[in-house]
């Protein structure tokens, strides 16, 4: 949907370990973001870019650091998992104002 | 409130129509959007209306927006089987360029 992949789909690894997650998109769209979903809080925000090097935190982003190289590409990386951040993360490009966002099928992050 | 709030959960009987009710924070927003979540998948964009408008109807989905009282209604007509799933309501604040979600709504169909 909306030409955007994530990966992985899954994936479980051990607390203490590095993980990144990859966004790709083929709508050449300026504004990509990085939400976490967990129950009860709905969809919060841990980074977004606003172009190629331009990066910007979100409400929840202790613990991540975000990248972008290039503008189809946008890396979310954990550097030491912890449990707390076991959830379904989810890509979305397009926004703000009368630009929608839209989103990816989510990663699914479990850290034991 | 700082929050965006939905009710958590809804059962609706095949056929009849289902309200999902949402209200919002900032009277300022500019749009307001209707997501659909189906279990294990993500975030469907189902609709949205601008501020300045009071209603929108797409097909089954009717959207009422009263900005006075910050509320945001999603109605859908002969609610069927296939509706089931977690609906999100999502308010873009001015000078904000994440959006800011409810906890969703959890709708269930029942024959």
């Known amino acids: 949907d909306a030409g955007i992949t994530q990966s992985p789909r899954h994936k479980v690894t051990e607390t203490g370990t590095p993980v990144t997650l990859r966004c790709h998109q083929t709508?050449?769209?300026?504004?990509m973001y990085w939400y976490r979903q967990d129950p009860g809080h709905g969809l919060r925000l841990i980074h977004y870019s606003y172009g190629v090097k331009d990066t910007d935190k979100g409400e929840v982003s202790d613990g991540y650091s975000v990248s972008r190289s290039k503008t189809e590409d946008f890396l979310l990386t954990l550097e030491s998992a912890t449990s707390s951040q076991t959830s379904v993360y989810f890509c979305?490009?397009?926004?703000?104002?009368?630009?929608?966002?839209?989103f990816g099928d989510g990663t699914r992050l479990s850290i034991l | 409130g700082e929050d965006v709030e939905q009710s958590l959960f809804l059962s609706v009987r095949e056929g009849d129509s289902s309200v999902i009710n949402c209200t919002y924070t900032d009277s300022s927003s500019t749009y307001l959007y209707w997501y659909k979540q189906e279990p294990g998948a993500g975030l469907q964009l189902l609709t949205y209306?601008?501020?300045?408008?009071d209603m929108k109807q797409d097909q089954r989905l009717t959207v009422l927006l009263n900005k006075k009282d910050k509320h945001l209604s999603l109605r859908i007509a002969d609610t069927q089987t296939g509706d089931s799933a977690i609906y999100f309501c999502a308010e873009d604040r001015p000078n904000d360029y994440k959006l800011s979600f409810g906890a969703g709504t959890t709708v269930t169909v029942r024959a």
């Open positions: 709508e050449n769209h300026r504004y």
């Open positions: 979305a490009i397009g926004g703000p104002d009368d630009q929608p966002q839209h």
């Open positions: 209306i601008f501020s300045n408008m």
